[in-house]
């Protein structure tokens, strides 16, 4: 079993920027793909952005042109870059690896809180 250890969250103003990292427990580049989820309070869990082992990337719609996903295959590190922060992108952010058919694939870590203030 893989572990996921999210980090880099906080308190923002709007507008703001935060860069979120994820290390797994095991070296990322055996992974298909590697996604940033969020959920809000209330709210289900939500894909965010994801990228392929080739560095192919999807982003939600609401957050196209804002938040940048990449990874280090090298190493065991997924990030996600955040700018123009909105509070609405308030939310625990969460990390997983994803299968070729972009089904998570292990357990969820405890993620990281971003709060967004306006």
């Known amino acids: 079993q893989v572990q996921l250890v999210e980090s880099g969250g906080g308190l923002v103003q709007a507008g703001g920027s935060l860069r979120l990292s994820c290390t797994a427990s095991?070296?990322?580049?055996?992974?298909?793909?590697m996604g940033w989820y969020r959920q809000a309070t209330g709210k289900q869990r939500e894909l965010v952005a994801r990228?392929?082992?080739?560095?192919?990337?999807v982003y939600a719609d609401s957050v196209k042109g804002r938040f940048t996903i990449s990874r280090d295959n090298a190493g065991s590190t997924v990030y996600l870059q955040m700018n123009s922060l909105k509070p609405e992108d308030t939310a625990v952010y969460y990390c997983?690896?994803?299968?070729?058919?972009?089904?998570?694939?292990?357990?969820w870590g405890q993620g990281t809180q971003v709060t967004v203030s306006s």
């Open positions: 997983n690896a994803l299968s070729f058919s972009n089904f998570v694939m292990y357990a």
């Open positions: 095991s070296r990322i580049s055996r992974m298909p793909g």
């Open positions: 990228i392929t082992d080739g560095g192919g990337t």
